[in-house]
């Protein structure tokens, strides 16, 4: 297929090169132009740079034009969204990739409605390892164009990815919320514990224990996958102090379990302990803010805040 891909930060480069070498054409386009002539001089057989969002658009041929939005999300994807829009003509297909609040994602979807362009957003997860084991895809708005970009989507999810389709509006970015909100937890859980076999006077090789677990027990997963990688590097994690940010999704996800009345104890506890970080240096030290931070630049790439 043919789109435009706006967006080659650390997940949208790496989604972009695994669309480019499943034989899918692209016209890129990046706020920092030096990022898009890499990539294009990467792949220079698939992929085309425009140096305007205009340009990129208009470089494309087919019908439905097809555009995929990987932005942080926020004020960023609120403007390129207001920017697309007059460029795009009814039955045209728009995909929100980033990490939107679901709420903001309904909002778009109506708006978009209105004038006829097909809106997907998409919760798009699997972290740094996703572009060669394949992303999981958590998609929601129109039904029509989750059907027109499969192929897209199946591209991206190989080999052991996967992808579908939850409803309209913003419910793709609802469960994306909802998944990112229980990583919160599962993050949480194991920093406390690794943090507990620390401190234990047996003195336990920490990275032993992480590898035994990985052979089929209760707590063998992805994440401790993660941390069984760090901890062969450095047990000590000395590199990981600093605050614990969070980017949103489990501060929604306790503010949507709230109007629920939905009781989410280990959510909320591991987003306040996330918070407290901010100040208490004493936890900014700690070997649980370590484990943290080291996860998520594990699964991520995501860096320490000192």
């Not at 929100?96 to 957003?121: H, P, V, Y």
């Not at 949480?188 to 990985?214: N, T």
């Not at 629920?260 to 649980?288: C, F, H, M, N």
Request: no cysteine.
């Amino acid at each position: 297929m043919q789109i435009a891909f706006l967006g080659l930060g650390k997940m949208g480069s790496r989604m972009a090169s695994k669309l480019v070498a499943d034989g899918h054409e692209l016209i890129v386009w990046n706020r920092t132009k030096e990022t898009a002539e890499e990539f294009v001089a990467h792949y220079p057989k698939g992929s085309t740079l425009a140096t305007t969002v205009e340009e990129a658009l208009s470089a494309l041929t087919g019908s439905p034009k097809i555009v995929w939005l990987m932005l942080p999300a926020g004020d960023a994807t609120e403007a390129m969204i207001t920017e697309v829009m007059p460029l795009l003509a009814k039955g045209d297909v728009l995909i929100d990739g980033g990490n939107a609040r679901f709420s903001d994602t309904e909002r778009r979807s109506q708006m978009l409605s209105e004038k006829g362009i097909l809106f997907l957003g998409i919760g798009v997860s699997g972290g740094i390892i996703a572009a060669t084991e394949g992303y999981p895809m958590m998609a929601g708005g129109d039904k029509a164009a989750y059907d027109i970009i499969v192929p897209l989507l199946d591209t991206l999810a190989k080999p052991h990815g996967g992808h579908d389709y939850f409803g309209t509006g913003g419910a793709g970015h609802f469960v994306k919320m909802v998944h990112n909100g229980i990583e919160y937890g599962m993050m949480q859980a194991f920093a406390e514990g690794f943090a507990v076999l620390e401190k234990s006077d047996y003195h336990f090789d920490l990275h032993k224990i992480s590898r035994l677990w990985q052979k089929g027990t209760i707590v063998s997963s992805f994440l401790l996958d993660r941390a069984e990688e760090m901890l062969a590097n450095d047990t000590s994690l000395a590199s990981f102090t600093g605050v614990v940010t969070e980017s949103g999704e489990g501060k929604w996800t306790v503010e949507e379990a709230k109007k629920e009345g939905v009781q989410t104890p280990i959510i909320e506890g591991s987003l306040q302990y996330r918070w407290e970080t901010k100040e208490d240096t004493a936890k900014q030290q700690s070997y649980v803010s370590r484990m943290l931070n080291a996860l998520r630049n594990a699964f991520g790439g995501h860096e320490v805040k000192k």
